[in-house]
């Protein structure tokens, strides 16, 4: 495993270095929201459409074998031989088959990844067999070298001028960087690929059972003419690519392009139903003939996951590659880095159902959790929680690493322990403290503080304020609130903590602190060990029972989240727990959306000027796993001496997501750098957020590279104006 980690390291370090990838996809990064939002315009009601196509992929998965029998039945009533391949293997042996019967000696190939899944070029050409790509992207790969960096535009790794060094060195002459001249170019080598081919091979985009088409979204004509040529056409289809009928496929039609490219229709739409015709010359006449047309279901692992009644969920892509395109680690780094086709975090969950867990666990900790792309898919794929339900199930299988489960299991999961810990750290790091800051570490720590400061243990951790604070609290409160710090609030941000209670007795309710409160274990759910993760959450609600609330309210989203979501899926199945937990977690809020409900009763959410400009940032789990935004910037745009700007990708990643960012650090600062660049262009001399890791992550990175500003949690700018 340390060996598999090295060799990503320096995957990583290698793509970070290449400043045509990186510009390539930046770029890229910048321009796709843009385009597929300009997509949708014509689009009334895009989430009814993403809910309508969402259910469709239910009811498929459902019904995949009574789909697959009538795709079958409807494929052979057209005159097409069908197979059903159990592994890539079988796929190839019958392949080979299929190539002999047919005196099959040049194969032209189209849109297929299933065919990369299963490494199908290389054994064909083991073979004996003469194969060419005639995708764009795909040719250009195939010369290079290279494996797909992404699911719809292959090269997108590489630039103009790499692209014609590749055409040079394929066509034994000097071809100019000129994209046109590129695409004349190759467009005349590979005329006579299809002239002469006696096979083509198509993926397909899907596959209807009730007439047996397949359906090819494209936009190059080479699909076609794969498709129309060759004397043979051979379709490989993945389980996940069925659907019922032709109502279906326009759904996926009215999405797909729109997520893959930006597009309201791609150039080509095919549909091939069948052995379709063709003309060509015997015995010297020009003849009609039914072309040889095989279709072969590919299962590779995917009828498991159909039956999984978990991640079965991954039906529900539709591999435009949408996720790519908004993935803070991709965007950086490009495909190659996750080893095999399937990249990106949903690239981890196919790794791991068609190729192998080991593979997954070398690259599932690049999906920091962000949730962007559960925003973005078509079919509303719970990216991030697929990944940590894999977590989970290896952790179940082959158990943590030792150290890591001795922290987990005799720290973490032990308040007293891991509380004792935090309070020896606030001693241990006053020689590296500036202040609030640790700016400079030693030895092998120092990349940790490289491009950020590090915000030190406070010296008085919240639970040691509360009984001043306590003394506060307003008799005939109107309701009894319990305060859950988690672990920055309470011995990193402590003065955050103090501020929040204080608007919330400004708000006329009581605020207690249940001493026995930890961690709320994310960091042992997000490294997948659910069965400490449960003792943790047992400790947790027990503590605030007692403390008997009428509300639980905390200013980490994350916190906020695991109590509401996560307690309760880890305690669903048991019948002990589960209503206890379901009781318990319905009490809990996020404080700005708490705070704002009163704040709007109470008249006082009206807009004003001030001198200092505030923008604001968006939490990962604050805006797409609790769903709030607006409630914050209410907040700040009636904050007296503040005006309120927005700063341009105001709900992009920070970076830090956890253990994320001091694991890799080397990806988490590129994307700070690029936060804080959006923070300094909004001339904003304040940032405000409302979770505590991001502002560890924000703070520590201004307090390097602009130390002008300033970051706030919302809840210390609400206490500056409290009376």
């Known amino acids: 495993m340390a060996e598999n980690n090295r060799n990503i390291r320096k995957e990583i370090d290698t793509k970070l270095n290449d400043p045509v990838l990186r510009g390539a996809l930046a770029r890229f990064a910048e321009q796709y929201p843009v385009a597929r939002l300009k997509a949708y315009e014509n689009v009334e009601d895009v989430d009814g459409l993403r809910n309508s196509f969402k259910a469709m992929k239910v009811d498929v998965v459902e019904h995949l074998e009574e789909i697959a029998d009538k795709f079958e039945a409807s494929v052979k009533a057209r005159g097409a031989h069908f197979y059903r391949a159990k592994d890539g293997a079988a796929l190839k042996e019958y392949l080979n088959k299929v190539c002999k019967e047919n005196n099959v000696k040049r194969i032209i190939k189209s849109k297929s990844m299933a065919t990369e899944e299963i490494h199908l070029n290389e054994y064909l050409k083991e073979e004996g067999y003469h194969v060419m790509e005639t995708d764009m992207g795909e040719w250009i790969i195939s010369i290079a070298g290279h494996k ?47 002239i002469e081919a006696d096979m083509g091979i198509t993926g397909a985009n899907f596959g209807i059972a009730e007439n047996g088409a397949i359906g090819l979204v494209t936009n190059e004509g080479n699909a076609r003419l794969a498709t129309t040529m060759p004397r043979v056409h051979v379709v490989v289809i993945g389980y996940e690519k069925l659907i019922r009928n032709t109502q279906d496929a326009a759904k996926i039609l009215r999405l797909l392009p729109r997520n893959g490219t930006g597009q309201r229709m791609t150039s080509y739409m095919t549909m091939v139903d069948g052995a379709t015709p063709i003309i060509h010359k015997k015995d010297g006449q020009w003849v009609e003939e039914d072309r040889v047309c095989h279709v072969i279901l590919l299962d590779n692992g995917r009828l498991e996951a159909a039956k999984d009644p978990v991640l079965k969920e991954v039906y529900h892509c539709v591999r435009c590659a949408s996720c790519l395109n908004v993935c803070p680690v991709y965007t950086l780094v490009g495909g190659h880095v996750y080893g095999h086709i399937y990249a990106g975090g949903v690239g981890a969950i196919l790794t791991a159902l068609l190729h192998s867990m080991g593979d997954f666990e070398k690259i599932n900790e690049l999906c920091i959790g962000c949730r962007k792309c559960v925003e973005i898919c078509p079919g509303k794929m719970a990216i991030p929680d697929l990944i940590d339900e894999l977590r989970a199930r290896n952790v179940k299988q082959k158990g943590l690493p030792f150290m890591v489960s001795a922290v987990f299991e005799n720290v973490l999961s032990s308040r007293k322990v891991f509380h004792t810990l935090l309070r020896a750290a606030s001693l241990a790091q006053k020689p590296f403290t500036s202040g609030k800051m640790i700016r400079h570490l030693p030895l092998f720590f120092a990349g940790l503080s490289k491009d950020r400061s590090l915000p030190a243990v406070a010296e008085t951790p919240l639970r040691d304020r509360m009984a001043n604070l306590v003394k506060k609290n307003k008799p005939n409160a109107k309701k009894r609130i319990a305060f859950f710090s988690g672990c920055n609030t309470d011995f990193v941000f402590p ?178 750098k690029d936060k804080i660049k959006n923070i300094q262009e909004s001339g904003a001399t304040t940032v405000a957020v409302a979770c505590p890791a991001c502002m560890m992550q924000i703070g520590g990175g201004l307090d390097k590279q602009a130390q002008g500003i300033k970051v706030k949690h919302v809840a210390d700018i609400l206490a500056e104006n409290l009376k």
Not at 149 to 166: D, F, G, R, T
Not at 523 to 550: H, L, Q, S, W, Y
Not at 636 to 654: I, R, S
């Open 148 to 194: 797909p960096s992404h699911m719809v535009m292959p090269a997108i790794h590489l630039s103009k001028e790499q692209c014609a060094e590749y055409f040079s060195k394929e066509l034994g002459r000097k071809i100019e960087p000129v994209i046109y001249d590129m695409i004349q170019t190759a467009r005349k080598n590979l005329r006579s690929e299809f």
């Open 495 to 672: 003065d955050t903590g103090e501020n929040a209670i204080k608007v919330l007795q400004d708000l006329g309710y009581e605020v207690v602190f249940p001493e026995d409160q930890s961690c709320c274990g994310k960091p042992i759910i997000g490294m997948g060990d659910r069965e400490t993760a449960k003792n943790v959450a047992i400790r947790n609600i027990e503590a605030f029972e007692e403390a008997k609330p009428d509300y639980i309210i905390s200013t980490c989203p994350t916190c906020t989240e695991t109590w509401h979501k996560t307690y309760v899926e880890l305690f669903a199945d048991d019948p002990k727990w589960k209503d206890r937990v379901e009781k318990i977690a319905h009490k809990v809020r996020e404080f700005t959306s708490f705070v704002a409900a009163d704040y709007e009763k109470l008249g006082r959410l009206n807009p004003t000027k001030g001198n200092e400009k505030v923008t604001y940032h968006d939490s990962c789990h604050m805006r797409r796993g609790l769903g709030v935004h607006e409630q914050p910037r209410k907040l700040l745009e009636a904050a007296p001496g503040y005006e309120f700007v927005e700063m341009h990708n105001c709900d992009k990643c920070c970076g830090m997501a956890g253990a994320f960012g001091v694991k890799y650090v080397e990806l988490s600062m590129p994307i700070l």
